[in-house]
């Protein structure tokens, strides 16, 4: 089969997939449709469910997905909650899931949605834009030392303090309201034999941009019950795009293929945990040098997957 649409990683995860004609499906971060398109040309008998909290993504989505009929449901809501969704439809089983993390190319391009550094916008940030957080409130209402902690860790940006400081000290004369102010601030902050590395504001958006949407409690706080609603041999592949979303994927994966607590020294399990399943990537999935050439985005792209166990 070839592939129409292009998503980060769509080849690997497909594969991975294992997608059967007669399965049930979930594709929790629908984006603009790219792997629930390749998993609905698969099916004949079965179903897609995809799951998006961003209003612009669901109507995109549902468009590219029309084609498919009534083998796709199109739900406006945050993969966080998709175990008690599904399970509220009546579905409690499914054979395979996806999560690709992060913002989606459409977010980045919207210019109004205030994602990107390259336009100037209003600070929004939003994936949902229900909720009433903004990345504006954020950046001129959090104190400095909440806003070191989210660059430092959301970012992984090594000038984090300086740019908290500058945050604070222009945001005193005047709200900070648009990318490009914010952008003319982070520059100011960084030393300038330092900017060489791609765009100064890269890492200071990023993490203004999971704070805002609360991008790794939405991770931690789903795996386990996203992995319980597996049915024995199907799988959840997960694309990150962040080393903390990594980390939270790989130790999730890890304590559900081993979660015995036993001290090591004891000669037999005592605490009665089973394994749900095993990690089939030991090392994730990364994209080939020819998706690499096609797309910048896709370059610190990691995809890791769980297969469930045939006991439950």
Known sequence: MEFHHYSVLLRETIEQLQVKPDGIYVDGTLGGGGHAYEVCRRLQSGHLYGIDRDDAAVGAAAERLAPFGDKVTVLRDNYGNGESLLKGMGVDRVDGIVLDLGVSS?????????????????????MDRRQTLTARDIVNGYSEGE??????????????????????RAREKKPIETTFELNDIIKAAIPAKMRRDGHPSKQTFQAVRIECNRELEALKDSLDGLIGLLAPGGRICVITFHSLEDRIVKTAFRRNENPCTCPPDFPVCVCGRKSRGRVVT???????????????????????VFEKGMEE
């Open 106 to 126: 459409c977010q980045l391009d919207t210019q109004e949605r205030g994602f990107s550094y390259r336009f100037d916008a209003p600070l929004d940030m939003r």
């Open 147 to 168: 806003l070191y902690r989210i660059l430092r860790d959301y970012g992984e940006e090594r000038f984090a303090a300086g740019i908290a400081k500058h945050i604070v």
């Open 282 to 304: 030991r090392k994730p999935i990364l994209p080939g040098a020819e998706e690499l050439a096609q797309n910048s985005r896709s370059r610190s792209a990691k995809l890791r």
